[in-house]
């Protein structure tokens, strides 16, 4: 995307208080004194056989970017791409989960747009609202902060395991499903009143991706302990054998500004690098504001691991060690 990108002239309207410079979650522009809109779309083919479970899981990921802004969800519209003679009962329960989802972020599903298409796919693009003195970008990490990371990983594993085995592990289906279910919202508006210098959400570049982003953007350097970081029931053992196509796009993508220091196993490194699904976010938190952080979280019911800091060293750079 860089390298489509970099040929074509970047906005200066000053009214875009966040744009595509920094490879963050959404858009964000200015409409008055007091008051931003923050802008986003995305879409997802199907990782679960529930077409409700499905809508839902896609509705909470694109919701996600409005809520790693700091932001809040008003309108959606409703983005579809359906093979024609597929059975439209299964349109309608992806559609209900999708509504389920934006009910429950409080925002209003505005109208859509259809389209025919061989693979089902299913997202929203989202309009928010934000205060433009309270916008949490991925590019205001600050040297000492404490990484916090809101859901487990391997999404990528589990999206291979419903394509390639028979029957895949209740728990890792119950776990996985729970967690990409989950909106981000609670996550967000702890980091909110926490005063978190910065966030992003972990989708489609993996941990090690946006991770990436978030240190060139602020200009130093993210340290993660490969052991802290939470992972879904299962996927370690699995990632041995089940590999995400994402790892080989994110690794080429990222990997010459990403360094690995200690015994850190193949199978871990492929959970790191491959794309999440709804995934949480990482927010970057002044230390003494990590146990406010964390007991917010468990008051709202979401993880708050601490798996790493950002820490002083070359920009844009992202050091996992063992």
């Given at each position: 995307m860089a390298q489509a990108l970099s040929g074509l002239e970047r906005p200066t309207d000053p009214r875009l208080l966040v744009g595509i410079n920094t490879a963050d979650d959404a858009g964000v522009f200015l409409l008055q004194d007091g008051l931003a809109l923050v802008q986003t779309v995305d879409l997802l083919t199907p990782m679960v056989e529930d077409p409700c479970a499905f809508g839902r899981i896609a509705?909470?990921?694109?919701?996600?970017?409005?809520?790693?802004?700091?932001?809040?969800?008003?309108?959606?519209?409703?983005?579809?791409?359906?093979?024609?003679?597929?059975?439209?009962?299964?349109?309608?329960?992806?559609?209900?989960?999708?509504?389920?989802?934006?009910?429950?972020?409080?925002?209003?599903?505005?109208?859509?747009?259809?389209?025919?298409?061989?693979?089902?796919?299913?997202?929203?693009?989202?309009?928010?609202?934000?205060?433009?003195?309270?916008?949490?970008?991925?590019?205001?990490?600050?040297?000492?902060?404490?990484?916090?990371?809101?859901?487990?990983?391997?999404?990528?594993?589990?999206?291979?395991?419903?394509?390639?085995?028979?029957?895949?592990?209740?728990?890792?289906?119950?776990?996985?499903?729970?967690?990409?279910?989950?909106?981000?919202?609670?996550?967000?508006?702890?980091?909110?009143?926490?005063?978190?210098?910065?966030?992003?959400?972990?989708?489609?570049?993996?941990?090690?991706?946006?991770?990436?982003?978030?240190?060139?953007?602020?200009?130093l350097r993210l340290r993660f302990t490969a052991s802290t970081i939470p992972l879904l029931p299962k996927v370690l053992v699995m990632a041995e054998t089940l590999v995400d196509p994402g790892v080989t796009m994110n690794e080429s993508s990222f990997s010459d500004r990403i360094e690995w220091q200690g015994d850190i196993s193949s199978a871990m490194k492929n959970i790191l690098w491959e794309s999440q699904s709804s995934g949480g976010l990482l927010v970057a938190l002044p230390e003494n504001r990590v146990a406010d952080f964390q007991s917010r979280s468990k008051d709202a019911g979401i993880l708050a691991a601490v798996v790493g800091s950002a820490v002083d060293g070359p920009a844009g750079t992202v050091e996992v060690r063992r």
């Open positions: 509705a909470a990921n694109s919701l996600s970017d409005v809520y790693a802004m700091g932001g809040t969800p008003l309108t959606v519209l409703n983005i579809v791409g359906f093979p024609g003679p597929m059975d439209k009962r299964v349109l309608a329960e992806i559609l209900r989960g999708g509504q389920d989802a934006v009910g429950e972020a409080g925002a209003v599903i505005a109208g859509g747009h259809t389209f025919n298409e061989k693979e089902i796919k299913y997202g929203l693009s989202v309009t928010g609202q934000i205060d433009p003195r309270r916008i949490v970008t991925n590019a205001a990490a600050r040297i000492g902060d404490v990484l916090v990371l809101t859901k487990p990983l391997g999404c990528g594993v589990f999206a291979q395991a419903m394509m390639t085995q028979d029957e895949v592990d209740p728990e890792l289906y119950r776990a996985a499903t729970a967690s990409m279910t989950q909106l981000n919202r609670a996550a967000s508006e702890a980091m909110l009143a926490c005063g978190a210098h910065s966030a992003t959400d972990i989708t489609g570049y993996g941990l090690l991706g946006h991770a990436q982003e978030m240190a060139e953007a602020s200009g």
